[in-house]
Structures are given as structure tokens and as C-alpha cells.
Nanobody, 129 residues
Framework: QVQLVESGGGSVQAGGSLRLSCAAFGDIYSTNYMAWFRQAPGKEREGVAGIYTGGANAHYADSVKGRFTISQDNAKNTLYLQMNSLKLEDTAMYYC??????????????????????WGQGTQVTVSS
């Protein structure tokens, strides 16, 4: 079992930056595969970025490539999402997710909800003009 606690959300103007954090507590083995998802009102939850924490290979949704960076600090058991050049359409609740194993190749499964058994409570990001 692992608990995930997100922080760092807030309100920012378009073009600005935010850094989200996801602290993991408990069985760190459960955090081998981690990702950030987001869900805007009326929309489905979508994968934003995923990472294998044992090798740091990262994957991104096309909508955030070049603007967002996922990273980890294994010493602090913390996952980050650096978000730059924020756009109005980035407004959403952002969730951290984790799982000890991957179902199939991670480069193709990272963005699917069913890949992850553990989820944080979410942190709201609001981008305004």
C-alpha cells in the first residue's frame, strides 16, 4: 500500500508556470511506475505524463510535450510535474498515480487509468487569461 499526496496547484495566468509535487508514503515498491493525470469538468481523465522511476524514461501527452516535465526525487519519494507556458486548456484537477508493475509495455500503457492502482486526492490547477 502507498499513499500519494499532491500539492502545488493554484491559479496562474496564461504563460505562467507551476510545479506540482506528489509525495509517496508507505510501500515505495508500489511507485515503480508513476504518472500525472488531469480531469477538466465534463471531460474524461487523461494522462499527462508518465515515468518509470527505476529508469527515468518519461512519456508525455502530445498536448503538453515541450511544456511539461515529469521528474522524480527518489531520496524524497516525490514525483514532480513542472508545467511551463501554461494555457487556458491546462485548467483541470491534476492527479498523481502509481503502480508497482506495468501491464504491457509502459510506453503504450502509461496513459491508461487501469494501469494504476494507487491515486492521490488531486490538486487543482486554474489558468486564467
Amino acid at each position: 500500500q502507498v499513499q500519494l499526496v499532491e500539492s502545488g496547484g493554484g491559479s496562474v495566468q496564461a504563460g505562467g508556470s507551476l510545479r506540482l509535487s506528489c509525495a509517496a508514503f508507505g510501500d515505495i515498491y508500489s511507485t515503480n511506475y508513476m504518472a500525472w493525470f488531469r480531469q477538466a469538468p465534463g471531460k474524461e481523465r487523461e494522462g499527462v505524463a508518465g515515468i518509470y522511476t527505476g529508469g527515468a524514461n518519461a512519456h508525455y501527452a502530445d498536448s503538453v510535450k515541450g511544456r511539461f516535465t515529469i521528474s522524480q526525487d527518489n531520496a524524497k519519494n516525490t514525483l514532480y510535474l513542472q508545467m511551463n507556458s501554461l494555457k487556458l486548456e491546462d485548467t483541470a484537477m491534476y492527479y498523481c498515480a502509481a503502480n508497482p508493475i506495468t501491464t504491457g509495455p509502459f510506453y503504450s500503457s502509461w496513459s491508461h487509468n487501469w494501469q494504476y492502482n494507487y491515486w492521490g486526492q488531486g490538486t487543482q490547477v486554474t489558468v486564467s487569461s
